[in-house]
């Protein structure tokens, strides 16, 4: 009987607690606070966030991870820690630069600076800001001792990455023309040298030595502008030019305006070269008449006239000419890949294959020859021909060149030595490359966790598991985790902490570099979406150890995309101090605000902040439910209920789809306005149940009756529940769920109301949009005909609502804006207005100013009120608001 009763007073305080709550109100999204983490010291004893909603100001705290220090600064535009841990300095927006002592806990201002800069390496002593008064004096400050050095007329200065050198940026006169001063400063003696003075300087660069400067500077000359690569090195009387348009080797060529980059050993320089211009006899004898002329072949992929340019180098020992790395048959839209790390006397390129390339073709578009180019005198190397390639990269040493094959679903690997080339995943006997993808006919790897010491090995992924591979292909692949993946339906992913993260324009970003043989791994399990942590200790035998697993979510990588539900807070990447094991995490659940954690075992974690602003309003709970489709195939999908559901009750719900959400079952939801997505928040806390289900699609050609299967099966299955209204049963989608949207609604008339957002109707039209940039949409991409127009036009006809206009039944909320980028605004014309011919319950939105979706706040309340007010009237029988029947 006590048992009974203190249930009883349990039930009643709970509706007590539900009552006193109250549903979700668009002010709600004023006010949310936004929780953000900026950095954490090197030593990991502290950390900085903000909190900021979209009415309040935004506040920076910093926090002591002992909770001995907490500091709210508000205002700020630049806030950081030194190297050494000692000193964190910020910037106002009032021009206030102020330095707070970790240690002594002081803080002093000093007033009338505009921009502040660190090195980004080294010991931590150096800081230095400009003035704003007096205008153009840098102040160099030592934060050690406290001495101050003041250079005047400075308009802008940077440090090396070593924080060994600064160069200066003076602005003078001379002969009533503006000049710029280049001014090197040895920090720790304060000498300081002349570089140059040149009419204008930027693009500057320093080698990872910090002993090497090159810049650009220009020269305005015969109708023309000249762009010069000057070069100064530490103990140079004066800069020197070592690349303009008369060096040996640019055969007509000029500089890039673009970014340079020296060698890790700094004996060479890297940047971009481009044509200089046309000729007259380039152009007809009527180049007056405004007029744009096309041709066949004018927008071929690897087009480069006005690119990205040419990839060139000069030999910092041997200067004098330069090479040109790249040909006008390089992609351009794939950069070179240059090996930074430990071989930089070779390239990788991937080139236009032999054959001629069809431009209207997807899959042609996509195969190219790789190519290993060297940096010392230009000349290539064949690898592969005629390939999908995909992750292409150098070893972490250097030894090899590997690649993926979405064409023949392999890893490769090329061994530099001797030209040697294998299939190295051939011997694995699961698949290696994503067995549920069907955008394309071609297979997505599932990508390279780690190289490992002396490129003896490289991990590798499976759908699950984490394979150790020799890049030989002569030892036996292992399997480190030892099948537990599969065997239990989770996913592990190495968690990358210590790796070469891109450092260059052309660097590969598959090198890591595990410091230990113990790796961190992220787990999350593909049934029941829980996450967590585990460890792997590499040996002579694997183990692989459980830290944390559960319903919260810490981090997991993507399937396939980010989750497309609004709102839905995305897993953070866990921060890392950089000199100790010390992380900080974001810990969410549905139920549960994603506040900040460290750790520093993935076992144990201290919370840093604690806002729960849900706990004021009406929440939710969500609920994984499985469907099958007629061909056996199981689906699942997200059904949101209130706190307050009860059973007894029936409820309306609304479908909202964009192909796989599933993954985010425990993810937290904030209450945003609609930008043309469902406020699924907003809905369930106001009385309505929500499923977002899971669109796998299985035949090509066919996407639209898919779509409509799944939602139609998940309607299917839900409406047999008891608290399901199967009589209020409402659709949403945006984009490619728009068109779903209108594909599903001239098929069935079982739904209640629709509403359309950036949707197409017209497939026909809409390939003819986008064709040539855009072709592989439909023949290869989301589109999923997998067919030209022209092959299969009974296709697109097939998947375009527009011709089963009259079967439409179901009133519909079409928003599309006529700036839209993404989808034509003629698209929703031709809808509107074909609906309307035929007498059907139609409304059109579309906001001016606004592209594919909704950016301004006051236009997402409009549509978020309207959208609301739609399905109210239709699902619920709320009246009929005025703008619904205005003449």
């Known amino acids: 009987m006590r048992i009974l009763f203190l249930f009883s007073i349990c039930v009643q305080l709970s509706i007590i607690l539900y009552a006193q709550n109250k549903a979700l109100d668009y002010a709600a999204s004023d006010t949310w606070p936004n929780l953000k983490p900026v950095s954490i010291s090197n030593n990991g004893k502290y950390v900085i966030f903000t909190i900021s909603s979209n009415k309040g100001e935004t506040k920076w705290t910093v926090e002591a991870t002992d909770h001995s220090l907490e500091m709210n600064l508000f205002k700020i535009k630049d806030i950081l820690f030194t190297q050494d841990n000692r000193f964190l300095i910020f910037l106002n927006v009032n021009d206030s630069l102020g330095i707070l002592d970790l240690a002594r806990n002081e803080l002093n201002y000093t007033a009338h600076v505009r921009s502040i800069k660190l090195p980004s390496g080294g010991s931590g002593r150096w800081a230095a800001f400009l003035l704003r008064e007096p205008y153009g004096v840098l102040v160099l ?466 919370a840093l902040t604690s806002f729960q602003p849900q706990r004021n309003y009406i929440w939710f709970s969500s609920e994984l439910i499985h469907f099958t489709l007629s061909n056996g195939w199981r689906l699942e999908g997200i059904l949101y209920k209130p706190d307050d559901f009860t059973p007894k009750k029936k409820y309306p719900i609304i479908f909202y789809y964009y192909e796989r959400n599933a993954d985010a079952l425990n993810l937290f939801l904030s209450p945003e306005l609609s930008n043309g997505t469902l406020n699924v928040a907003w809905f369930v806390s106001n009385g309505y149940l929500v499923f977002v289900p899971d669109i796998r699609y299985y035949k090509h050609g066919f996407p639209g009756n898919c779509a409509f299967e799944a939602v139609n099966s998940a309607a299917d299955v839900l409406s047999r529940l008891p608290f399901i209204n199967a009589k209020q049963m409402g659709l949403q989608g945006h984009s490619f769920g728009g068109w779903e949207t209108n594909y599903i609604v001239s098929l069935t008339n079982r739904f209640a109301a629709a509403a359309s957002s950036g949707g197409a109707c017209d497939l026909v039209s809409l390939n003819n949009e986008y064709n040539r940039g855009r072709s592989d949409y439909f023949e290869s991409g989301q589109g999923r005909i997998a067919a030209s127009l022209w092959k299969k036009p009974e296709l697109y006809i097939h998947n375009s609502p527009i011709f089963k206009a009259d079967k439409v039944n179901t009133p519909l909320l079409i928003l599309h804006n006529r700036n839209d980028s993404s989808v034509p605004f003629m698209q929703a014309n031709e809808w509107f207005n074909s609906l309307s011919h035929l007498q059907k319950r139609v409304w059109l939105l579309s906001y001016a100013d606004e592209d594919h979706g909704l950016y301004s706040d006051k236009n997402k309340l409009d549509y978020s009120i309207r959208l609301a007010q739609f399905f109210d009237h239709f699902l619920e029988g709320a009246p009929e608001p005025a703008w619904m029947n205005e003449k």
């Open 141 to 606: 400050k030592d934060l050690l001792s406290g001495d101050e050095r003041r250079y005047s007329m400075v308009g802008d200065f940077i440090f090396d990455s070593r924080g060994k050198s600064m160069l200066l940026q003076l602005n003078c006169k001379y002969d009533s023309m503006n000049w710029q001063a280049m001014r090197w400063i040895d920090l720790s003696s304060g000498i300081i040298s002349n570089v140059g003075c040149y009419s204008s300087a930027d693009r500057f660069v320093f080698n990872e030595e910090g002993n090497q400067l090159a810049f650009l500077s220009r020269k305005f000359s015969n109708n023309r502008i000249d762009v010069n690569i000057i070069y100064y090195r530490e103990g140079m009387s004066s800069a020197l030019t070592i690349v303009d348009s008369t060096t040996q080797g640019t055969n007509g060529m000029i500089v890039k305006d673009w970014d340079m980059e020296f060698s890790k050993e700094g004996d060479k320089l890297f940047f971009r070269m481009e044509k200089s211009g046309f000729s007259r006899s380039d152009y007809s004898n009527h180049d007056s008449v405004p007029i744009d002329v096309k041709n066949s072949q004018s927008e071929i992929l690897y087009a480069r006239d006005y690119g990205i340019g040419y990839l060139a180098v000069t030999d910092l020992k041997k200067p004098g000419y330069i090479i040109r790395l790249e040909n006008d048959s390089d992609f351009v839209s794939y950069y070179p890949i240059l090996d930074k790390d430990c071989d930089e006397d070779f390239l990788l390129t991937q080139s236009v294959p032999a054959r001629k390339v069809n431009v209207y073709s997807p899959i042609d578009q996509l195969r190219r020859d790789l190519c290993l180019v060297s940096t010392k005198d230009g000349s290539r190397k064949l690898i592969d021909k005629n390939s999908v390639l995909y992750n292409v990269g150098f070893s972490l040493n250097g030894k090899y060149v590997i690649w993926y094959d979405e064409w023949k679903k392999q890893w490769n690997t090329y061994r530099k030595s001797d030209g040697c080339k294998k299939n190295i995943t051939k011997n694995i006997p699961v698949r290696m490359y994503r067995d549920d993808d069907d955008v394309n006919n071609l297979s997505r790897e599932e990508g390279i966790a780690c190289w490992l010491k002396a490129d003896r090995s490289l991990l590798i992924y499976d759908s699950y598991d984490i394979w150790k591979v020799d890049p030989d292909g002569r030892q036996k692949p292992i399997n480190m985790t030892n099948g537990y993946g599969r065997k239990n339906g989770i996913r592990f992913r190495y968690m990358n902490f210590e790796g070469s993260l891109p450092t260059s324009n052309y660097s590969h970003h598959s090198k890591y570099r595990p410091k230990s043989d113990t790796l961190i791994l992220e787990a999350f399990d593909l049934q029941t979406k829980q996450n967590g942590f585990f460890s792997l200790t590499m040996g002579r035998r694997e183990k692989l150890k459980k830290l944390i697993f559960g319903k919260n979510i810490y981090y997991y990588s993507y399937r396939f995309s980010p989750p497309t539900i609004l709102g839905a807070t995305q897993p953070m990447f866990p921060l890392k101090a950089k000199s100790v094991e010390s992380y900080v995490v974001q810990r969410q659940n549905i139920n549960d605000y994603p506040n900040l954690y460290i750790t520093r075992d993935f076992i144990n974690f201290r």
